[in-house]
């Protein structure tokens, strides 16, 4: 078994789309990045990279590389899935946490889940993704920034 955690932020501003977990979200502001700035497929990459101790989704796509301008970051996911794949390795099932003050993301999760179980090649039922709001307070909760924190397990199954 290995363990992997995940976290990613990133800016919020108006004119920009709002993706998470692959699912483009209608909000006023959306995510400042080099790709299309998914916080929470950034962080499930961080974290099946870091279970398995190959350093970190800025090592393996740099955020200087023009080829990943905009680039839809189920790519970068899909990567770390390969290299799980290399290695032997399942995914057990993932948790995560999204941190975005509004809109509320409950409509969309659904989608999200379905989404990154698509991914992972896992069933939905091994993928948790829970919304919170900041709070009014700290960088979520004044409406700069969006978060997501991952946990995830990985299996070697037996020969
Ligand atoms: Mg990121």
């Known amino acids: 078994m290995r363990i992997g955690i995940g976290n990613d932020i990133h800016r919020l501003i108006e004119n920009r789309p709002l993706t998470l977990g692959g699912v483009e979200i209608p909000s006023e502001k959306g995510a400042v990045g080099h790709s299309d700035a998914d916080a929470l497929l950034h962080a499930i990459t961080d974290a099946i990279l870091g279970a398995l101790a190959l ?8 955020d200087k590389d023009e080829r990943w ?14 290299l799980m794949k290399e290695k ?6 993932l948790d995560s946490m999204v941190s975005l003050e509004k809109p509320k993301l409950r409509p969309y999760i659904y989608k999200m889940r379905e989404n990154i179980a ?4 896992i069933e939905i039922d091994c993928v948790s993704v829970k919304a919170k709001t900041g709070e009014k307070v700290d960088a979520v909760g004044e409406e700069k920034a969006v978060k ?12």
Do not use: K
């Open 69 to 82: 301008r905009n680039a839809d970051s189920s790519v970068f996911l899909s990567d770390a899935v390969r």
């Open 88 to 93: 032997d390795f399942r995914v057990v099932n």
């Open 55 to 62: 350093g970190d989704i800025g090592s393996h796509f740099s």
């Open 148 to 159: 997501a924190e991952v946990i995830v397990l990985l299996e070697q199954p037996p020969c």
């Open 118 to 121: 698509a991914i992972l090649e």
